[in-house]
């Protein structure tokens, strides 16, 4: 690509943003598209850096008369993204950014369960004192669903807990050092103490989790979903919660974000729910456009991308 300028337009006003696309090269044009702003009738680009859900100029910008031949979602999934409108161009999303503070946030999930944290904690004296009914991770079944960085991260971490983990993962293939494949959901379901949900939201992970598969779990099950609602049937959950199958639901992802007033998964006393913020850390925005920038750089070399979106499976 480097033989030639290239124009990238963005729908995005990221900081310091001319400077870092111009130490890649001075003859990549950043053309920025500001809010609701008429488009230029003869505005062309080779890029489009646009973010991961509908915005009004994006079927404009994705006319095939503007020219962008790589589209780059700014987020980690295109689940609210109108893959309809992409055609055969080549689609990016920064994957993995949230790798590691979602798989932290799933060890203190794990941890607080097993330590019964805030429970244990006193503010008068208590019954006993030096005495508790503590669990151990050491020993425990954890079963992932998808095994992408998310999930990755994850394993690595419980496998350093001395936990056995499984993974249930769309295509056959080599799984890292300690990690089992499971041979379906609900054989996963039923091996698991704990169920770690970290796959993308595509119609064939659509309520993975309903009262059919839910059926088949192992009794005190406990759920940490930190992908997308819609992997769960919220119906059928209650249900397991109700009859003890599930026995307590960490759910940082559910469906609509958020619950309505009044919702029964702000009342529930074996649910722990959480406003979607798993993947926050320090400097979250800047991964994410660091991602960007190695992608921009590999692509003005003519190098393979990193990121890249499968359109007909949906992530």
Known sequence: MSAQRLRL?????LPDMAERVAAISPDIELIQVQGDAPLPADLRGDILLTLAFPTPHLPALLNPARGVRWVHVFGTGVDSFPLELVGDRVLT????????????WVMAMLLADAKQLPRVWVQAPPANWHFANLASLAGQRLGLVGL?????????RARAFDMQVSALVRRPRALPEGVAAAGSIEALLAESDYLVLAAPATPATHHLLNRRTLAAARPGLRLINVARGSLVDHD???Q????GTVATAYL????PEPPPAGHWLYS???VRLSPHVSWSEPGAMAVLEQLFYANLERYWRGEPL??????QAGY
């Open 9 to 13: 337009i963005s729908v995005l006003q």
């Open 93 to 104: 999303c920064s994957r993995g950014a949230s790798g590691t503070p979602i798989a932290e």
């Open 148 to 156: 992408g960085a998310i999930g990755t991260a994850v394993a690595r």
């Open 236 to 238: 059928a959950l209650r």
């Open 240 to 243: 397991a919660l109700d009859s």
């Open 252 to 255: 940082d992802a559910v469906e």
């Open 268 to 270: 529930h006393p074996q």
């Open 306 to 311: 990193a990121g890249l979106v499968d359109q």
